[in-house]
């Protein structure tokens, strides 16, 4: 993960960096109950389609383990203001938790809950697989939530409480990006010079976690491909492109709502940049074959 920085004189690895990124995620928090939210009733059909995504058990036990993690962390951090933006952010996460839970004991959703695992070794290590995981989950996830709310998937009320969560988990990108580039500026010169590859091993770890998941999910959804099954509820007839398309232009418009001084995850804007390029180029010369081949 390559890291860029907007309109910003700000030295990365600062006390000046360290209170911006700290101060900008205290300020753009929202305070709400996920048990007072305006959940709507939902009719016979909609129901259906909510009880028939097969991951909500998965979603919950995700937003419960990331709420330990973070809160386990945080108790490890002795500077005062890291330690109160890291808090914040466990209660957050915390929040999420609930708020799945809330929603499946409304809707009556088949997610039964699993007992966490042991999260007590290497905490530092379990925090950065954690926060370049939500980079990745997140990434694919705004492609998949505009898909949803174009096609309707579910009444625009419920998705509405999504984006709450979707605002929220592009805050705490931005917060750990930052964190991640201002730690390891502070460990000196040669950590920082090493953040690309240090960031890549992370990435390269949470991919395999993200196939390993889907795996697990495919044995459990009737051998059927975890990603695919999941982008065809909202879109017939599959199209990568426009996924890859819809990922790129969502990330884009949810970070460009943060302010330009902070940094941003570029790695995965990056790699889906060059795909796009790649797609049309091979599309382009796709279209002119047969006109080549009349031609001649």
Known sequence: MQLIKRASTMKIGSQEHRDAFCRHFEQTYTEYDPHTLPWPEL?????????????????????????????????????????????????????????????????????????????????????????????????????????????????????????????EETRHIVFFVNWMAYTEAQRGWLSRTLLPVTSFHYYTRALRRMMGLAQRSKEMNDGKNFAATQVSMFLDGFNFRRFLEDCYSENSRRMGAFDPELLRPSFLPQLAETALKALRLWNTRSNLAPDSATSS
């Open 43 to 167: 009719d016979e059909a909609a129901l259906q389609r909510l009880r028939t995504v097969p991951f909500w058990a998965e979603v919950f036990y995700t937003e419960r383990r990331a709420g330990a993690i973070v809160a386990a962390f945080t108790e490890t951090v002795s500077d005062p203001v890291l330690k109160e933006a890291l808090a914040l952010q466990g209660r957050e996460e915390a929040r999420h938790a609930d708020l799945i839970r809330v929603m499946i004991d409304k809707y009556g959703l088949d997610a039964p809950e699993r007992p966490l695992e042991d999260i007590s070794d290497n905490i530092d290590r379990r925090f950065k697989d954690f926060g370049f995981g939500e980079c990745l989950d997140s990434f694919l996830g705004f492609g998949l939530f505009k898909i949803a709310w174009q096609s309707e998937f579910l009444p625009k009320e419920m998705l509405q409480i999504f984006e709450t969560l979707m605002y």
